[in-house]
């Protein structure tokens, strides 16, 4: 039992003003008082249920501590003490209310013993005298261990409990308990027939490690009727798998969604083979990191904030990298697939030189804000907080990149210049300044997917090359150029990946993939949506 449990308790209960409602203290002290005279683990497992059954939530400091070997009895008068051990002296403690009670020389107070039967006792016990919490949250966390750990000397104590229960949710998980309970009691077939009917409604899988155990010991028409539960909730779990698995393939391919978007733009809209993109989603990532050690060092109370001042910040340094490397290096290889190729895998080697260089080798520490940590589970699908804003900040990133294409000027001239070049020069379109831009862009985008790439992955100078080839595939899958391609790429390559994984490992799932993709290309070269491209003039 945790130092929080019981503190909700004793605090829930002075805020309930029910302290008259303790048993009498005399009564519990001769109770606790009979540890000392206890012969065996028998006896002692009597005191417990005794001090359980008075109801009185202060004894929990006392069997806690006789679980954790702290409760001892001094030899001079048997009196029952907490004693914690330091060097050739223990201080004494009351086990009822805490306080301090002196200190004994360590000879002079004998342990008493227990062993796992007991502690399993003793948990048991803490969670029963837990259901009378003012707290529900208390009850609630009390009948899910009484749930998990059946005992049926608590049959009694939950049949109490449940006819007091005002909470719905409260109640419900106490008569879970109760079901879970009869069926390690000596109750009949018939009440342990109800419980299993009862269990098998919940389809989940500590529900079907509880009746395979179950099973397993039953006999006649109840080992029937749990085998057929059993049956049921596996089958109701594979469809639940389906769903994990559709959920991971859509994580998944929001992540190769925001890795492959910028790509979609420098390759499918530019032509341009750019083997320096997953550096410029490591450059992203590196500014979060940055941000992040700003704020952990001056400004604390703005952690929350990180990632929100991080995402315009990374996609300027990716976006001004990119621009730089446009105007540099790639506006004088156009029409030269090959040395581009080449060219700008030497640039990502630099640039993961150079960030070994300014910030080591090792990963770094990048941490969630309050809002992505955790997660919740709907029925049995487990959803995580920093993935599923994940899902949602690739799609806002990927609405927000087809308005821009669209919707604006800027959209409009680079898709006149992809249509037709010299035309779109004519009507006064500066087509050298549109590359440039629109390259930045992409790495811009680039720089906001390490952001996000930031809270699920490692934060290392090898980042980029991790989804490089993974984008390429996407925006090849999906058709060069159309953004709609790439989203439905993303998301199929995603969903196949996972289901592929359970069958043929992480490794050989991705080479079937890209012989998939392969066979794929051979019967549909532009992909799944074709867009009409444009050579890029030298």
């Known amino acids: 039992m945790t130092v929080l449990r019981v503190l909700l308790v004793l605090i829930g209960l002075v805020l309930s003003g029910v302290s008259g409602a303790f048993a009498d203290d005399d009564a519990i002290r001769a ?3 009979r540890f000392a005279e206890s012969k065996n683990f028998r006896d002692t497992e009597e005191v417990v249920r005794a001090l359980g059954a008075s109801g009185d939530v202060r004894v929990e400091r006392a069997l806690s501590a006789l679980s954790d070997g ?44 227990v062993n796992n039967s007991l502690r399993r006792t003793i948990r048991d016990v803490i969670s029963g005298l837990t259901l009378a919490s003012p707290d529900p949250v208390v009850r609630l966390a009390a009948a899910r261990t009484m749930f998990i750990a059946p005992d049926a000397g608590n ?66 028409e109840v080992q029937a009727a749990a085998q057929r539960a059993i049956d049921d909730i596996n089958a109701t779990l594979a469809l639940w798998d389906v ?32 083997m320096a993109h997953g550096e410029m989603v490591m450059i992203g990532a590196y500014t979060t990191f ?19 001042i991080a995402l315009p910040l990374a ?16 506006r004088f290889l156009y029409g030269r697939p090959l040395e581009t190729l080449l060219a700008t895998w030497g640039v990502s080697l630099i640039l993961q030189q150079a ?31 920093n993935r599923l804003w994940i899902v949602v900040f690739a799609l806002a990133v990927f609405g927000l990149l087809l308005y821009v294409f669209k919707r604006t000027a800027w959209g409009l001239q680079m898709r006149a210049v992809t249509a037709n070049r010299r035309m779109a020069s004519s009507m006064g379109i500066r087509t050298p300044w549109i590359d440039a831009f629109t390259f930045a862009l992409g790495s811009g985008i680039a720089g906001i997917a390490g952001v996000a790439l930031s809270q699920i992955d490692n934060v290392s100078p090898n980042l980029g090359q991790g989804y490089i080839i993974d984008s390429f595939m996407v925006v090849v899958f999906g058709g060069v150029g159309n953004l709609w391609g790439t989203l439905v790429g993303a998301f199929s390559l995603g969903i196949v990946n996972k289901f592929l994984e359970p069958y043929a490992g992480a490794v050989l799932g991705k080479i079937l993939v890209l012989v998939l993709i392969i066979l794929f290309i051979q019967k549909r070269p532009r992909g799944l949506f074709a867009l009409k491209g444009r050579s890029v003039e030298a």
Do not use: C, H
């Open 70 to 113: 702290n409760l001892s009895f001094r030899k001079a008068d048997k009196a029952v003490f907490i004693a914690l051990e330091k060097g050739q002296t223990a201080t004494l403690f009351d086990p009822l209310t805490g306080d301090a009670a002196g200190e004994e020389p360590k000879g002079g107070f004998t342990k008493i013993k």
């Open 31 to 33: 109770t606790i008082g």
């Open 355 to 385: 960030v070994r260089t300014i910030f080591g080798p090792t990963n770094q520490e990048v941490g969630n804000p309050s809002w992505m940590s955790g997660g919740f589970q709907i029925g049995q699908l487990a959803l995580t907080w």
């Open 155 to 220: 049959l009694e104590a939950l049949d109490a409990a449940i006819a007091k229960e005002t909470v719905a949710s409260v109640k419900t998980a106490l008569e879970t308990a109760r079901a879970s309970t009869i069926l390690v009691s000596d109750a009949a077939d018939a009440a342990k027939l109800e419980a299993v009917a009862f269990l098998g409604k919940r389809g989940d899988r500590d529900t079907l490690s509880l009746l395979t155990g179950f099973a397993a010991r039953a006999q006649g």
């Open 290 to 308: 940055v941000v992040q050690s700003v704020i952990r060092t001056s400004y604390p109370w703005l952690f929350d904030w990180s990632l929100t």
């Open 315 to 330: 996609f300027l340094v990716a976006g001004a990298v990119g621009l730089a490397l446009e105007r540099g290096i790639i």
């Open 243 to 274: 769903g994990q698995n559709v959920w991971y393939g859509i994580s998944l391919g929001s992540v190769l969604l925001l890795a492959a978007i910028g790509l979609a733009i420098t390759f499918g809209v530019m032509g341009v083979i750019n």
